[in-house]
């Protein structure tokens, strides 16, 4: 079945301007921390990351991790793909989302990174689904709260369509 975007949710304007105010904000809280370490959840985070990495002015590191919860509409058990290479024990670690949802990915990279000892450990997620989310997660820096939607683009995908659109837009599963 061929997928279509029913609706256009966030601009690329909408976006960029958002993404340049979590970056302040993110720059403003580590401005004395030294380097950061942002932490960037494969696939759907990498664009949202390389923006906001742009807009920071302070001196960080960009590490990625890949873990996987959803099979088309469904979410599923949350593994681990691919791990950071760094050793982040006493360095300030920000986890960076494109999408919270139900928050079990999120809860599960908290656990496994707070185990390796950070200085501190915060999170950012470009898009939170707060009435589809269970796992009681902090998020430390939202760019957007949405509704319970499927969307794509600007990192977002389902099952491969729409990721690298410039917008986010809505679409139906089904």
Request: charged share 30%; glycine share 8%; with cysteine.
């Given at each position: 079945m061929q997928k279509t975007v029913r609706s256009t949710l966030f601009s690329e304007e909408q976006i960029e301007r958002r993404v340049g105010e979590l970056a302040k904000a993110i720059s403003d809280d580590y401005r004395d921390k030294g380097n950061v370490v942002l932490i960037g959840i494969l696939k759907g985070s990498f664009i949202f990351l390389a923006d906001l990495s742009r807009k920071l002015d302070i001196?960080?590191?960009?590490?990625?991790?890949?873990?996987?919860?959803?099979?088309g509409a469904t979410s599923g058990a949350v593994r681990m793909i691919m791990d950071v290479?760094?050793?982040i024990a006493g360095r300030h670690v920000l986890i960076v989302e494109d999408i919270v949802d139900t928050g079990n990915t999120l809860k599960y990279l908290i656990q496994i990174l707070k185990s390796r000892n950070p200085a501190s450990l915060?999170?950012?997620?470009?898009?939170?689904?707060?009435?589809?989310?269970?796992?009681?997660?902090?998020?430390?820096?939202?760019?957007?709260p949405i509704g319970d939607e499927w969307v794509v683009g600007y990192g977002l995908?389902?099952?491969?369509?729409?990721?690298?659109?410039?917008?986010?837009?809505?679409?139906?599963?089904?």
């Open positions: 001196d960080r590191t960009v590490e990625f991790i890949a873990v996987s919860s959803y099979h290479r760094g050793d915060k999170t950012c997620a470009l898009l939170h689904k707060a009435e589809a989310t269970v796992a009681d997660v902090p998020i430390d820096y939202v760019g957007f995908d389902y099952d491969e369509f729409g990721r690298t659109l410039p917008y986010i837009g809505v679409i139906d599963p089904d």
